[in-house]
């Protein structure tokens, strides 16, 4: 039963709305929590607007994609953990069945000639595409100089110091919740009676199905190590996709080895394309570094394992944190926390935005350490001129056409392919 109607949604009912949330969710959580307000309050009416905003809020103080996790939350709403797990594996699927495909594709055909030309058009489109998200994310979050400030330190400790993205977030929530203003302390929200035993329960079976299959991978090291990396990743995703993609990416091509910059941009490039949340190029990272490792069906483990631990945790979170909403929507502490975190994020996009387009348009790239300090640079002969030209008209095409990111990938990769005939002739 819904607090905003007197009719009862059938399980049938809420399957084909899920079904149909997963299937057009594409370009990105702005898109898709538009897509999700039209769809649940606007035409079927199981939220109101409060209870919409609250939930947002709620899953946007939660590590992991939140547009998957406010499905989940909705899904729960209808009918428990059931419902929610529904709806955020019909989120999820979608998009995952489509990136085993094209990450099939990839590993299959990627060293062709006219398919790397390909991938150069779509690595020049991800660049933009990263830069607009740094523009989107930057107006919503920097709202004083002390954000500006937080942004400029997270920029600076993870391009130059290689600080763990896991600590700049720590900081910025620990700043964010001691700065927050003594005026702004309300009265605290009652908690829910009788959840903390469900809650604990809650977590404790999460834990279980959560590690327990990372744990049997013990005899397989590579899908041992995608399994400890990537739950790590699940517990440090605050601030969306592309901020955690400036942990991730350096990490599984300069740590691990698993992928090099250009194939990272690749995936990037592939999971922008598909439905579901951004977070999925993780799959591509999985399969990629199984497939290195031992062929196809290592490849089809290495992304199953990294989706398990990728989006059990989401579940966990939701269903162990839902009955506290409002509890936790009178907390101007976390209030803060989240404030400072955002903007946290937009020096992490910035440093994304600087280390994938130093990569997309110079060949070479020199890593100088000096004490603590690193410094990437590039070497200004090796720029590759057909990158700068697909950067800039993928440039015109989404910051000032505003065209959508589906038509500015595929136009940017048949550019590359134009190009690279008329430079042939």
Known sequence: MTDTGSTTVSRVEAFWVFLKVGLLSFGGPAAQIALMHRIFVDERKWLSEKQFLGALSFCMLLPGPEAMQLATYVGWRLHGNFGGFIAGLLFVVPGALVVFALSALYVTFGEVPLVDMLFLGVQAAAVVIVIEALLRVSKRALNGASHWVIAGCAFSAIFFFDVPYPIIVLGAGLYGAWSASAAQDGTLAALPAGSLLRTTVTIGLGLCVWFIPVIALAGVPILMDIGIFFSKLAVVTFGGAYAVL???????????????????????????????????????????????????????????????????????????????????????????????ITAAVVGVILNLSVWFGLHVLFREIVEHRIGLLTLWVPDVVSINPVSAILILLSGYMLLWRHMGIGWVLALSAVAALLLDMLMAL
């Open 246 to 340: 400036a942990y991730m990416a350096q990490d599984v091509v300069t740590e691990f080895g698993w992928l090099t910059a250009t194939e990272m941009m690749d995936g990037l490039g592939l999971a922008e394309t598909t439905p579901g949340p951004l977070i999925l190029v993780t799959q591509f990272v999985g399969f990629v570094a199984g497939y290195r490792e031992g062929g196809m069906g290592l490849g089809i483990l290495g992304a199953l394992v990294t989706l398990w631990v990728t989006f059990i945790p989401c579940f966990v979170w939701i269903f162990a944190g839902a009955p506290y909403i409002e509890h936790i929507a009178a907390q101007p502490k976390l209030a803060g926390a989240l404030h400072a």
